[in-house]
Nanobody, 127 residues
Framework: QVQLVESGGDSVQAGGTLRLSCAAS????????MAWFRQVPGKEREGVAG????????YYADSVKGRFTISQDNAKNTVYLQMNSLKPEDSAMYYC????????????????????WGQGTQVTVSS
């Protein structure tokens, strides 16, 4: 059974930091794009960052470049999202997703390409 379990969401002040974690199990971790999406009510799900599990190529949305860092621990099948200099507009439900596809700075798949999703973790940034 495939599971993606997120943790780390919280309420913080603007300028603060958070680190989200996503522990994956139940499938072969290699050869996947592991990604973080976020969504606020009434808006489409937005791809925030992604990392290819074979080779470490990464993708970042323009809105988070220079502030967020995605990383992985292959030994633990875990992906992290370090979020620094948080802004109120970063407030959203953050979802971890896994897709058997490639991702990089030049290519990021649409949500339809991600077969597995976590339950989400809430991030709230107050001004």
């Amino acid at each position: 059974q495939v599971q993606l379990v997120e943790s780390g969401g919280d309420s913080v002040q603007a300028g603060g930091t958070l680190r989200l974690s996503c522990a994956a199990s139940g499938y072969t971790y290699i050869g996947y794009c592991m990604a973080w999406f976020r969504q606020v009510p009434g808006k489409e799900r937005e791809g925030v960052a992604g990392i290819y599990t074979t080779g470490d190529s990464t993708y970042y949305a323009d809105s988070v470049k220079g502030r967020f860092t995605i990383s992985q621990d292959n030994a633990k099948n875990t992906v992290y999202l370090q979020m620094n200099s948080l802004k109120p507009e970063d407030s959203a439900m953050y979802y971890c997703a896994a897709g058997h596809t490639y991702c990089s700075s030049g290519y990021f798949p649409t949500p339809a390409h991600f077969a597995y999703w976590g339950q989400g973790t809430q991030v709230t940034v107050s001004s």
